[in-house]
């Protein structure tokens, strides 16, 4: 087992003391580096990137050449079990992730199987163990699933959607169903990030991109149940460590206190929500990550550091925090400005852990 030489990412998560707030960003391998625009054409589509262990790692690897980040997060994408569960994931270019077929029925339902990793997404395990032999303990390694929610969205609209008209009306028409096919999902992602951890992840994310669309009563039954059987499900030691667990529900800060109860280590949140009345709200139980908008990053270097040194000065003095963006990068940004935002986080953060 190689030492680990900057934990300072998984010692925050832990809420232990910190010699600066540690920084990653969702999506920091991707379409805004021109380098990942290259490996990506070399290897001829996403999903190759995704599913040839060297490609995965190389991309994971790029941001960290660039930047002084605090971690890295395995390279793949949320919909691998929907399309280890037989369903034809497919992307077209300028309108994101599809399936050649839908699940919109019971019968659907039935036939989907529970995903067994280690036979079905071993090209992921095979990426995470490959990503965490060349980081040779530079820094700990994230791994991630799409939560149970999100994943149903996907499967049950066909891909992407602005009204999600066809799996709601499944949740409030056959909420049986839903919940059969839900639990599936969950059993699906334990495998899925158990096996990631075997493999070398030393923390793991769950990404509910779509809980925040679902209503008070809704989002409790369909959404955080799952993550909360999820996180129930979990290896929490490994290597000689914690374990920690991150959940990030988009739009969800009016269930925090909710969600920090599931027994999970740390809570994503969205620009939506200030950091500092978060933490009020949550007390010492977890620990926060976020929560730039993304869109900061299209403005001048001098205003992404006033940014950063605004919510640095709402989250306060003390562990506990990770810097990060509300929701991924975005494709357009600069490369630069990224740079910008990550260095001004370890320049201003200090000063918040003496």
Not at 13 to 27: A, G, H, K, Q, Y
Not at 72 to 78: E, G, H, N, T, W
Not at 90 to 107: I, L, Q
Not at 294 to 304: D, F, N, W
Request: aromatic share 10%; glycine share 8%; proline share 5%.
């Amino acid at each position: 087992m190689t030492e680990l030489k900057n934990d300072r990412f998984l010692k925050a998560l832990l809420r232990e003391p910190v010699d600066r707030t540690p920084i990653w960003m969702m999506r920091q391998a991707g379409r805004y580096l021109p380098e990942y625009r290259a490996s990506r054409a070399t290897a001829g589509s996403f999903m190759d990137l995704c599913m040839n262990a060297d490609f995965a790692c190389e991309v994971t690897m790029q941001p960290l050449e660039r930047y002084p980040l605090d971690a890295a997060i395995l390279f793949s994408d949320i919909l691998t079990i929907p399309d280890a569960m037989n369903l034809g994931l497919y992307f077209e270019t300028g309108e994101g992730p599809k399936f050649k077929k839908v699940v919109r029925t019971e019968a659907d339902v039935d036939a989907l199987p529970i995903v067994n990793t280690a036979s079905d997404l071993s090209y992921v395990t095979k990426a995470v163990s490959t990503i965490r032999h060349e980081l040779n303990g530079r820094v700990p390694l994230i791994g991630f699933s799409g939560s149970p929610w999100t994943l149903a969205t996907y499967m049950v609209e066909g891909g992407s959607s602005k009204d999600f008209r066809h799996v709601k009306a499944m949740m409030y028409n056959q909420p049986e169903v839903m919940h059969q096919m839900l639990h599936k999902l969950a059993l699906s992602v334990i495998d899925y990030l158990n096996a990631q951890i075997k493999a070398g992840a030393q923390a793991v994310q769950i990404f509910d991109t779509w809980g925040g669309v679902l209503s008070h009563a809704a989002y409790k039954e369909f959404s955080l149940q799952y993550m909360q059987q999820i996180v129930d499900g979990l290896i929490r030691e490994h290597e000689g460590r914690r374990v920690p667990v991150i959940l990030f529900t988009k739009g969800a800060g009016q269930w925090l206190e909710t969600m920090a109860n599931t027994g999970c280590d740390a809570l994503g949140i969205d620009w939506t929500t200030d950091i500092g009345n978060a933490r009020s709200r949550v007390g010492d139980k977890v620990a926060l990550q976020g929560n730039m908008d993304p869109s900061v990053l299209y403005a001048s270097p001098e205003r992404i550091r006033e940014e950063v040194a605004s919510i640095l000065a709402s989250y306060g003095k003390g562990a506990g925090q990770i810097f990060n963006l509300g929701h991924g990068i975005h494709q357009f940004v600069n490369p630069d400005h990224a740079k910008a935002f990550i260095e001004a986080v370890v320049e201003l953060s200090p000063q918040y852990h003496k």
